[in-house]
């Protein structure tokens, strides 16, 4: 078997025990509950926290690594500094998938007639089962990055929206089968799909490349000759999970903490109604996070003085632009101006889902937002590893 068939055969295999989990039931529910319907089984099965617990806490370490430098350095400090990361993310994720489990482990035992014996060893055994469905799933997610194909993480959070998708689109012709909705937003709202599919893969595909000439240098007994090359720079470097995430956390961690504090006040329900999702002030509070978060996360991940010193010491200058921190401040201004337009890009395709839902043009079958990102760019990021394993093993380009 060749390499590459061999990283799609364990991929498959994982995705396939990922969606087999979702039809197991959590132990300790009456057999006669509603439940044990198919359509509410995945929400109430061993995976029905999914993934996000350490896509939560990942993101939370992520956030800390921008603001505490210390961190941040060990975050680059070699293998040894990326494991220590690791730990920290996964004590995280349990920390969250624990405090979710007992919630949800609560919540079921109130339910007359759904637990066959309520108590204490419910929700004990409730909160583990949950609890390694999450650490399963992040295993599961390792095992493909490291020996399949393509972002685990990613990957599982594609197959849980694709797999939705069937369902929402028979829920939206039952709609038009029963005069509900009319034809014309059914066309708006796949045409409206297709046109973001395009945006997103035209974006997520382009670069700004920025010309660089290196010099005739030796190394040891080998000689370089001059030679020119591209410094590619992405229109969108700040990636969607990060902004688009954790955008809507900065509205709701302010009003959930003041819940908490002060109780359910009259100014907190107005605050509430106010900012509650697809509201105008939401909108925009929501569209100014993610734009901000945009360029706070692309300073962190493309660095100026860092891409400066790297192709002063290689040898390397841009065309009319001297060395050192006049290439910083160049490269500082093509970086800007790029994040730019892809903010406003990610604001755009973010909020869609929103600003249809205030607009009441939206249906179940709604493939926009993060979940077309998400998907869009698991299939891109799928489709350059393919190619790339591809062409290493010598196979036929795809």
């Known amino acids: 078997m060749s390499e590459l068939a061999r990283r799609i055969a364990i991929t498959i295999g994982a995705l396939l025990i990922f969606r087999l989990g979702f039809s197991i039931p959590v132990a300790g529910l009456s057999p006669q509950s509603a439940v044990f319907r198919p359509d509410a089984i995945a929400r109430l099965s061993i995976f029905s926290l999914s993934i996000l617990p350490y896509l939560s806490a990942a993101i939370i370490i992520q956030l800390v690594s921008v603001v505490w430098g210390r961190l941040s350095a060990l975050e680059r400090s070699g293998e040894a500094g990326r494991r220590a990361i690791a730990r920290y993310t996964l004590i995280l994720t349990l920390l969250l998938a624990a405090f979710q489990a007992f919630g949800i482990a609560s919540a079921l035992q109130n339910i007359r007639g759904l637990v066959v014996e309520p108590g204490d060893w419910f929700v004990l055994a409730t909160i583990a089962t949950l609890v390694g469905g999450v650490f399963v799933l992040v295993w599961l997610s390792e095992l493909i990055t490291r020996h399949g194909v393509g972002n685990g993480l990613a990957l599982i959070m594609s197959v849980g929206i694709v797999t ?23 066309l708006f709202n796949v045409v409206l799909s297709i046109a ?36 590619p720079i992405k229109l969108n ?21 003041a819940a908490a504090v002060f109780g359910q006040t009259p100014w907190l329900a107005a605050a509430y109604a106010q900012l509650s999702y697809a509201k105008p002030l939401y909108i925009g509070l929501v569209s100014i996070a993610v734009f901000v978060l945009a360029f706070i996360y692309t300073a962190r991940v493309l660095d100026p003085e860092q891409a400066a010193a790297t192709l002063q010491a290689h040898g390397g200058t841009i065309p009319g632009v001297a060395p050192g921190d006049a290439t910083a401040d160049h490269l500082d201004r093509i970086a800007s101006l790029t994040t730019v337009v892809g903010a406003v890009y990610l604001v755009a395709v973010s909020l869609i889902p929103a600003v249809q839902l205030a607009s009441g043009t939206v249906l179940p079958y709604n493939f926009g937002g993060g979940s077309l990102l998400i998907v869009v760019c698991t299939i891109l990021d799928l489709k350059k590893q393919v190619r790339d394993l591809s062409l290493t093993n010598g196979g036929e380009r795809i």
Do not use: C, D, H
């Open 164 to 186: 939705a998708l069937p369902a929402e689109i028979a829920g939206t012709i039952e709609l038009l089968r029963q005069g509900a909705v009319t034809g014309n937003l059914v």
């Open 237 to 257: 470097s700040a990636g969607f999970l990060i902004p688009v995430t954790v955008a809507p956390w900065i509205i709701n961690l302010p009003l959930a903490l």
């Open 196 to 231: 973001l599919v395009v945006l997103v893969v035209l974006v997520e595909s382009a670069r700004r490349n920025v010309p660089v000439q290196y010099a005739a240098r030796q190394v040891g007994k080998r000689v370089f000759a001059p030679r020119a090359a591209v410094l």
